[in-house]
T-cell receptor, first 111, second 114 residues
């Protein structure tokens, strides 16, 4: 079946550090891939997406590249800010239109 | 903000009682989803709908049922609530505009079963 595995948190970084959150997936066919972010007390909101192999999604300085050969969609940001502190979820949409999420990674940024 | 409303936002109920959570949308989107969020598990899909009266099970559907009698409403029912169903429940909606169409989430319902 379809599944998403992402690195466990929490991840704590200093402001301006480089961020990587790993995400790998298992799926049949060609899923669409997403990163969602959840700020405290809120629902999830889309951060970025990619719909086919080698596509790069980007938004607010975050980037992720759809790597079919390694079934990965790692999230990166060159210089994090305190305001990036949140929980990040990797997700895929299967051919059956189910949306499956990873377990989430809590990110904390120290000033 | 996407037009999606969950009700109630908070509920405390007793073990063994039935509970219904409502998700209402004003976007006329085809797809609607119910998830539960628990520490260490992320979001797990309970049920989803791909049209009026068309629903399918997700990863953790045992103990839950759903109904969608009109496009705008998707109801999640716990037939007989148990303490293991204490969780935060999120509804999501998604249009039918291709594989990359994003899902929009409600604000969540915090359910406590005592």
């Amino acid at each position: 079946g379809n599944s998403v595995t992402q690195m466990e948190g929490p991840v704590t970084l200093s402001e301006e550090a480089f961020l990587t959150i790993n995400c790998t997936y298992t799926a049949t066919g060609y899923p669409s891939l997403f990163w969602y972010v959840q700020y405290p007390g809120e629902g999830l909101q889309l951060l970025l997406k990619a719909t086919k192999a080698d596509d790069k999604g980007s938004n607010k300085g975050f980037e992720a590249t759809y790597r079919k050969e390694t079934t990965s969609f790692h999230l990166e940001k060159g210089s994090v800010q305190v305001s990036d502190s949140a929980v990040y979820f990797c997700a895929l949409k299967s051919s059956a239109s189910k949306i499956i999420f990873g377990s989430g990674t809590r990110l904390s940024i120290r000033p | 903000d996407a037009g999606i409303t969950q009700s109630p936002r908070h509920k405390v109920t007793e073990t063994g009682t039935p509970v219904t959570l409502r998700c209402h949308q004003t976007e006329n989107h085809r797809y609607m989803y119910w998830y539960r969020q628990d520490p260490g598990h992320g979001l797990r899909l309970i049920h989803y709908s791909y049209g009026v009266k068309d629903t399918d099970k997700g990863e953790v559907s045992d103990g839950y049922s759903v109904s969608r009698s009109k496009t705008e409403d998707f109801l999640l029912t716990l037939e007989s609530a148990t303490s293991s169903q204490t969780s935060v429940y999120f509804c999501a909606i998604r249009g039918d505009y291709g594989g990359g169409t994003e899902a929009f989430f409600g604000q969540g319902t915090r359910l406590t079963v005592v």
